[in-house]
């Protein structure tokens, strides 16, 4: 049996404020005020700051000198460096998935996908938690796959990687609604691959979605800047 530690206050707190983040309810560049989030929360400054620090981490804030923490920058430079290694990490996760189990032992992953696509399907394009729903369950199919890899050093840098590239994922579904149904798409052809064994068609469909997902959100940046 996994032991598994009850949340501490600082990671809910952290949570709670990376979700506004990526959501974009805290803009690029807003300051993120210890006081008034202890006020509104009804914590300590120290419990704050200590969730700050976590999301400095993670990448969705910047603390400065006598400044403060700020909600970090989408840049065309930080996107470009994080989805060049991230879908190197999914690539590996899913050959380390078919080095251990073979297609037809994948079932669990279609009825994974079978989720998904029910969550899609269910979901109205003007829902105003619509991006929020699928990126969720999206990673539901990731957390599947890391029961199947077994490898804690790579779930937990995948997981590391989670808020930054859920902010960027989002930008790109509420930007281009159809992404919600390409959502789909991409989750059923990678199980199809999956099913099939075939490493080299599962990376291919990791590497043209996640290029596909970049080139999106790059061209929403450009558009914003302009």
Same mark, same amino acid.
């Not at 991409?186 to 599962?202: C, P």
């Given at each position: ?23 974009? =309810? ?36 910047e603390i400065f000198p006598r400044r403060g923490? @700020? ?47 029910? @969550? ?49 994922y989002y930008v790109a579904l509420e930007h ?15 199980? =199809?691959?999956?099913?099939?064994? =075939? ?28």
């Amino acid at each position: 049996m996994r032991f598994q530690a009850p949340e501490s206050l600082s990671e809910q707190i952290a949570q709670h404020i990376g979700q506004r983040i990526i959501v974009r =309810d805290l803009k690029p560049g807003e300051r993120i005020q210890e006081l008034k989030v202890a006020g509104e929360l009804n914590v300590s400054r120290g419990s704050v700051r200590e969730a700050l620090l976590i999301l400095e981490r993670r990448h969705l804030v910047e603390i400065f000198p006598r400044r403060g923490a @700020v909600v970090s920058d989408l840049t065309p430079d930080s996107v470009n460096a994080l989805y060049d290694i991230y879908i190197d990490l999914l690539c590996m996760l899913g050959r380390k998935v078919l080095e251990r189990w073979s297609g037809s032992e994948l079932g669990g992953v279609m009825s994974q996908v079978k989720e998904l696509q029910a @969550v899609i399907d269910a979901l109205n394009s003007n829902a105003t938690d619509a991006a929020e729903q699928v990126i969720d369950a999206g990673f539901g199919v990731m957390r599947y796959a890391y029961r199947l890899v077994e490898n804690p050093f790579l779930e937990e840098t995948l997981e590391n990687f989670r808020p930054a590239i859920s902010r960027t994922y989002y930008v790109a579904l509420e930007h281009f609604r159809s992404e919600i149904a390409e959502t789909g798409t991409f989750f059923r052809h990678l199980a =199809d691959a999956a099913v099939k064994g =075939d490493s080299a068609l599962l990376e291919r469909v990791i590497q043209d979605f996640g290029e596909h997902q970049r080139a999106q959100v790059l061209s929403i940046l450009t558009e914003e800047n302009a």
